[in-house]
């Protein structure tokens, strides 16, 4: 399902800000939303391709823009699943 079938009238950041709002936590890979979820202090759980670019740093769990953002790695190219369970974990932490 693309953004536009989900959402039609949503067309802007704000709009997206807007999604965000109404979220406790965020799970995505790397794309616009992660940025201004992150942006905005809400949780967020960033799963990265195994080389990322710079925007990510090399701290492989934190970045300095955005403190409530989890990075999660994967490991090696086209490695998913690793990131995912990952992320699979955290929630079972934060339920």
């Known amino acids: 399902m693309t953004r536009t079938e989900m959402a039609p009238d949503h067309t802007s950041f704000r709009d997206t800000a807007g999604m965000i709002a109404n979220l ?5 890979c790397d794309s616009s939303v992660a940025h201004v979820a992150g942006a905005m202090g809400k949780p967020v759980l960033l799963i990265l391709p195994w080389l990322g670019d710079w ?12 403190p409530h953002t989890r990075l999660l790695r994967s490991p090696a190219p086209g490695e998913w699943d690793t990131p995912v369970r990952a992320a699979a974990a955290l929630l079972t932490t934060m339920a």
């Open 24 to 28: 406790d936590l965020v799970i995505c």
């Open 55 to 66: 925007r990510w740093m090399l701290d492989p769990y934190a970045t300095p823009w955005y």
